[in-house]
């Protein structure tokens, strides 16, 4: 399995923008691949992050390790600073 990112390339909210980037930054600077899918681009993708989720109103960004749901920004923020970031990821 693989860490999937669902976020959105068309917003309007500046903070969205960071927290997805701030994500992918994360990711990044610690080597963890990842693959960014973005849910403006393809409507069955939001429909998949939304299931995932198991929340028909969730926004991106959202986090999953393959079919797996992890969380959100706040879960994702959470694990850093608890130092839990692979095992919210499910690594």
Do not use: H
């Amino acid at each position: 399995m693989s860490v999937i990112l669902f976020y959105s390339s068309v917003s309007g909210s500046t903070t969205m923008k960071k927290n997805q980037e701030r994500i992918m930054s994360v990711l990044t600077s610690k080597d963890i691949p990842f693959k960014a899918v973005d849910i403006a681009q393809n409507s069955e993708d939001k429909d998949l992050m939304r299931k995932r989720a198991g929340n028909s109103k969730a926004l991106p960004p959202q986090i999953c390790n393959g079919d797996v749901y992890c969380g959100d920004y706040d879960a994702f923020e959470n694990a850093i600073e608890m130092e839990k970031l692979e095992e919210f990821l499910k690594l």
